[in-house]
């Protein structure tokens, strides 16, 4: 099995930075890919980014340019770098992966608020 634990999500202000990180355990090596979701109040999950074991990385278009996905293999952590944030970013932030035979696992996410 693997488990997941997001953290780093806090308060910042409009045009700051945080970086989550996203920490794996259990059968890491069942790994091939790890996804950052968010979901705002009201509205629904939405990826976010996604990095491969190959470090194969994908951004979504909303937040290119503003946000990056790194993995550190030593540290089975993967980061979602966030920069120029916006008050339209605040939302949960969740790790997910999925494993073979489609089992899925998610963290239990970190909440990210932008405010002035």
């Known amino acids: 099995q693997v488990q997941l634990v997001e953290s780093g999500g806090g308060l910042v202000q409009p045009g700051g930075s945080l970086r989550l990180s996203c920490v794996a355990s259990?059968?890491?090596?069942?790994?091939?890919?790890i996804y950052w979701y968010r979901q705002s109040p009201g509205e629904e999950r939405e990826l976010v980014a996604s990095?491969?074991?190959?470090?194969?990385?994908f951004v979504a278009q909303p937040v290119k340019g503003r946000f990056t996905i790194s993995r550190d293999s030593d540290k089975n952590t993967v980061y979602l770098q966030m920069n120029r944030l916006t008050p339209e970013d605040t939302a949960v932030y969740y790790c997910?992966?999925?494993?073979?035979?489609?089992?899925?696992?998610w963290g239990p996410g970190t909440t990210v608020t932008v405010a002035s």
């Open positions: 259990g059968t890491v090596s069942s790994i091939y890919a």
């Open positions: 990095i491969t074991m190959r470090d194969m990385a």
């Open positions: 997910h992966t999925e494993l073979p035979g489609y089992l899925e696992v």
